[in-house]
């Protein structure tokens, strides 16, 4: 790994967005202008139970430094109980990657609205500032690593 200039160095955060609230967060902090890391990639999901801890796991070891996941406010969930589902499964990958030795900072769920574009942008900044503290994810070389 080449040596970067921390400065420079911008953390890539992959971001799975429930489409009913936290999608729609994000379409409001963008109409309304509000500044948040460029380096979020954000993928839409119907639902944040619809998350597979397969994704969060392939997303680190494709390159990610953090991954996000936002869904609806508990009891707010447009498919009754999947926001739930979500945070079994959030809790049960924290253990997980804290036992494999990675940084549970570097992943992180949110619930935020629809009306909540201000939120998505201070916790967006929030990830990004943790994350470049903690600094570059050394994960996908390791599985290069493996790979090869």
Same mark, same amino acid.
């Given at each position: 790994?080449?040596?970067?200039n921390?400065?420079?160095?911008? @953390?890539?955060?992959?971001?799975?967005? #429930?489409?009913?609230?936290?999608?729609?967060?994000?379409?409001?902090?963008?109409?309304?202008?509000?500044?948040?890391? @460029?380096?979020?990639?954000?993928i839409?999901?119907?639902?944040?139970?619809?998350?597979d @801890?397969?994704?969060?796991?392939?997303?680190? &070891?494709? $390159? &990610?430094?953090?991954?996000?996941i $936002? $869904?609806?406010?508990p009891?707010? #969930?447009?498919?009754?109980? $999947?926001?739930?589902?979500?945070?079994?499964?959030?809790?049960l990958?924290?253990?997980?990657?804290?036992?494999?030795?990675?940084?549970?900072?570097?992943?992180?769920?949110?619930?935020?609205? &629809?009306?909540?574009?201000?939120?998505?942008?201070?916790?967006?900044?929030?990830?990004?500032?943790?994350?470049?503290e903690?600094? @570059?994810?050394?994960?996908?070389?390791?599985?290069?690593?493996?790979?090869?």
């Open positions: 790994m080449t040596n970067m921390t400065e420079q160095w911008s @953390p890539k955060i992959v971001a799975f967005f #429930c489409n009913w609230c936290t999608y729609t967060a994000s379409d409001l902090a963008g109409v309304s202008r509000l500044r948040y890391a @460029p380096s979020t990639r954000v839409r999901v119907m639902c944040s139970g619809r998350i @801890p397969e994704f969060i796991m392939e997303a680190f &070891a494709k $390159g &990610a430094d953090g991954v996000l $936002g $869904g609806c406010h009891g707010d #969930c447009h498919y009754s109980e $999947g926001n739930y589902k979500c945070l079994r499964r959030y809790d990958l924290q253990r997980y990657i804290e036992q494999m030795g990675i940084d549970t900072r570097r992943l992180r769920l949110e619930w935020i609205s &629809a009306a909540e574009g201000k939120k998505l942008q201070e916790v967006v900044n929030e990830m990004t500032n943790t994350l470049k903690i600094g @570059p994810s050394k994960i996908k070389h390791v599985v290069e690593t493996i790979e090869k």
